[in-house]
């Protein structure tokens, strides 16, 4: 992890006077916290602690509870926490009973699970890449997928009198949403930040934006000579009298920072006069914004932290408020509470008219025939005319696809179930928190579970099984690949582990084998594709030779004959194995005026292309690898995962939209 430019001490003539520690919670290392009445609720490392603030300088837990995934952001209303984990989704819990939390649900997010805002009956979940969706949590135990609403890259978001705000990363936007039709949300509005875009915060009629990283107008990620670079940290503000077109008011700035990778995340609350502002290595600052259109700081903390060792240590993950204290998340530290006397407030809630959400409009589409299996579909294998349905929440599926379509059977899971294959009599379950399940399936073509790989707290996101089946690859947690010796189902275990710098978004590893002993795995953005020798030693291992390539969080790679297809800046390219060329050297094929983007899965001379974060698959003629043609675009409202031909039909796993059935091929 690097860090470029430090700021060092900060002076008090320009940033107030430093704050002062009271107390540590003593909790360990913390990511959000927020406060209702007398009760604070924090969270980190999965677990969830309550303490009584009846003395705000002097929290004393009251009760925790565990196993909640890669907690993230935390709201509570109605004696119901509602807490994003990232790639495990959002868990529900009820804190009627300060001393003995109790979990109500697990719901199955669209993807990382990072924001969480909530107006009336509604949860808004900031999902990163795919935007917002919006879940109907009037009952808690059972939350129901409303809608998506795809505003990029979304970190967090808030909602008032059916309008959503949402901070929006990479594209440094406050992006604008009417959601007073839940299940019809429509961007209204963007606004340019000056910063990448995370935290938001409504007060009055101003709109409270938290930035960070660089300034707009940067060379890149690597130009530390740039003014622009570093330069994004800071709070911007705009009228939203007219949401539909927010109105720039001013900007203040936080010091310039030079994180190039770490914990990337800012925050923003605004209470009375003052808004607190977490910008995570940079510390948090309290500004004077009772004058909108001339914000000035007032005071500051920032953490320690080693730039060499430990330097998670000076991380401000979130905060939150109560009389002349503050609460600060520490992301590597602690939950530390701050003497702020005559700043800090509780958060006086304002006025609120939140959407109804209308009943359900069935529009069937044509083109599909539609398998609702009751939780998020991703992904499908075959065997004859019976499909294999990783269900999310609602399991494994065994489905009927003709002479009609019907459910034979259903298999709870463990975790979530996200991706199926299968293998000869052999089929690989990944589950979410539940790990790598292993199943038989028996002459009548029921399953029974024969093993599991497990790797708590971590959750199991994609699992390929090429022939000959002694090994298994899993997608772990956030960036980590485990080969996994299947031989002994019952017994699996690791065989080789292996991470790089970057992120495994989803469906990075190929499915196959490239000359029947060479798996390949790619990490988002900074590493490219590495490769691995499966059978050509005792053990498998990483080879020396890897691709450098900044693979896009929604591309991916598929083997096709002796080599690589992979998605590369809306073409594709093909690699053998052996490729040492540079990038800029090897040729790519493009489709004119249509852009591929998605993971890619290969059917004879057709190559499907699924983009789960726009609704998106195309279908491509490869007939002539190096001539491309279009055959068919297809929008959907659901997130297509990798597409699948079975006997000539076309099944898409469609997240919450279902499974998706060519018409004409299934009844």
């Known amino acids: 992890m690097a860090l470029g430019q430090e700021t060092g001490d900060l002076p008090e003539d320009r940033f107030g006077k430093q704050l002062a520690v009271v107390k540590d919670l003593r909790i360990g290392p913390c990511m959000d916290a927020t406060v209702v009445g007398d009760r604070l609720y924090a969270i980190g490392q999965g677990k969830l602690f309550v303490a009584d603030i009846s003395a705000p300088g002097e929290p004393k837990v009251l009760g925790r509870l565990s196993d909640l995934g890669n907690t993230r952001q935390i709201e509570v209303k109605d004696n119901v926490a509602y807490i994003t984990a990232r ?22 997010t669209i993807e990382l699970a990072t924001g969480i805002a909530l107006s009336g009956k509604l949860a808004f979940v900031a999902c990163r890449t795919y935007g917002v969706e919006l879940v109907d949590v009037s009952d808690p135990r059972r939350p129901v997928h409303l809608s998506t609403v795809r505003t990029g890259e979304a970190q967090s978001c808030i909602a008032r009198d059916g309008i959503l705000y949402v901070g929006v990363w990479g594209s440094r936007e406050l992006v604008i949403c009417d959601v007073k039709n839940p299940r019809k949300p429509v961007i209204i509005a963007r606004a340019p930040l000056d910063g990448y875009g995370d935290g938001v915060f409504v007060r009055g009629k101003y709109c409270y934006a938290a930035t960070g990283h660089h300034a707009r107008g940067v060379r890149g990620h690597h130009a530390k000579d740039d003014p622009a670079y570093g330069a994004g940290h800071g709070l911007d503000i705009f009228d939203v009298s007219d949401p539909s077109k927010p109105v720039f008011v001013s900007r203040i700035k936080m010091p310039r920072f030079t994180l190039t990778l770490s914990m990337d995340l800012w925050g923003v609350m605004v209470e009375g006069k003052y808004a607190f502002v977490a910008d995570t290595f940079n510390g948090m600052y309290v500004v004077d914004v009772s004058d909108p259109k001339k914000p000035f700081f007032v005071a500051y903390k920032r953490l320690n932290y080693d730039t060499k060792r430990n330097w998670r240590k000076g991380s401000v ?5 109560a009389k002349d204290h503050i609460y600060m998340a520490g992301g590597g530290t602690d939950l530390h509470v701050l003497h702020a006397p005559g700043l800090a407030a509780p958060l006086t809630p304002e006025p609120d008219r939140p959407p109804t959400v209308p009943p359900p409009e069935p529009t069937p589409d044509p083109r599909f025939h ?8 991703y992904a499908v294998a075959c ?39 299968l293998l000869g009599n052999r089929v690989f379950v990944a589950e979410g928190q539940g790990g790598l399940s292993i199943w038989e399936r028996k002459d009548d073509g029921s ?9 708590p707290p971590y959750s199991a996101r994609q699992v390929v099984v090429p022939p000959p089946g002694k090994y298994a690859l899993v997608h772990v947690g956030g960036r980590t690949l485990h080969i996994v010796d299947v031989s002994d189902p019952a017994r699996p275990r690791l065989a080789l582990k292996d991470a790089q710098p970057g992120l495994m978004y989803g469906y990075n590893i190929a499915d196959g084998l490239l000359d029947e002993r060479y798996a390949c795995c790619g990490w988002c953005y900074l590493s490219g594709y590495f490769w691995y020798d499966l ?92 001539a491309p043609k279009l055959l068919r675009a297809i929008q959907l409202d659901g997130n297509p995962g990798i597409v699948h031909e079975h006997n000539g039909t076309l099944l898409i796993p469609a997240g919450y939209q279902g499974l998706l059935i060519e018409a004409g091929k299934a009844k």
């Open 87 to 108: 790639e495990d989704g959002m868990f529900i819990v009820d804190v009627s009973r300060p001393d003995a939390p109790r979990l109500l649900c697990h719901y199955d």
């Open 317 to 321: 993950a979130g905060l939150a408020l």
């Open 370 to 377: 539609t398998y609702d299996a009751g939780g998020q579909v």
């Open 383 to 421: 065997t004859g005319d019976v499909a294999l349905v990783a269900a999310g929440s609602a399991g494994l599926h065994e489905v009927r696809l003709r002479p009609k379509i019907e459910k034979l059977r259903e298999y709870k899971t463990v975790g979530f179930a996200v991706d199926v294959k």
């Open 447 to 455: 399953l029974t579970r024969v093993g599991c790989y497990h790797v």
């Open 535 to 626: 059978y050509g030693g005792p053990k498998p291992v990483r080879t020396d030779d890897h691709f450098t390539i900044s693979i896009s969080d929604k591309d991916g790679m598929a083997l096709l004959d002796d080599k690589a297809l992979v998605i590369y800046r809306g073409k594709y390219l093909l690699l053998s194995r052996q490729e040492t060329r540079p990038l800029a050297d090897l040729p790519t094929y493009a489709i004119p005026r249509h852009g591929l983007s998605g993971k890619p899965s290969i059917h004879g001379d057709r190559l499907y292309v699924a983009n789960r974060i726009w609704g998106k698959v195309s279908i491509v003629d490869i007939s002539t690898q190096t």
